[in-house]
Nanobody, 122 residues
């Protein structure tokens, strides 16, 4: 059993930065981990994912060049560094794990965190 807990969300002005953390209990060393987000009235979308070793990453076009995903397997934590934030980045952000490959298909992920609210507004 794996449990995921997100932290680091909050309110930030446009152009600002936030770092989300996803702390995992249970073994996630063999699995990819992803960040998804869901804005009100919209479908859940993949933001970024990272391989089990951390060597491979993938980003949605909308965040490419602004967001950076990383993982510290010794601490069982995955980070999402978000820079140059825009109002359209406002959403609940979820981390998830389960597959052994990189994908943005939500159905491939078995374990999900409870979500962290990110609001970008002036």
């Amino acid at each position: 059993q794996v449990q995921l807990v997100e932290s680091g969300g909050g309110l930030v002005q446009p152009g600002g930065s936030l770092r989300l953390s996803c702390a995992a209990s249970g073994s996630t060393l063999d699995y990819a981990i992803a960040w998804f987000r869901q804005a009100p009235g919209k479908e859940r979308e993949g933001v970024s994912c990272i391989s089990s070793s951390g060597e491979r990453t993938r980003y949605a076009d909308s965040v490419q060049g602004r967001f950076t995903i990383s993982r510290d397997n010794a601490k069982s934590v995955v980070y999402l560094e978000m820079n140059s934030l825009k109002p359209e980045d406002t959403a609940v952000y979820y981390c998830a794990t389960g597959p052994q490959f990189l994908t943005f298909r939500p159905g491939a992920y078995i374990y999900w965190g409870q979500g962290a609210q990110v609001t970008v507004s002036s």
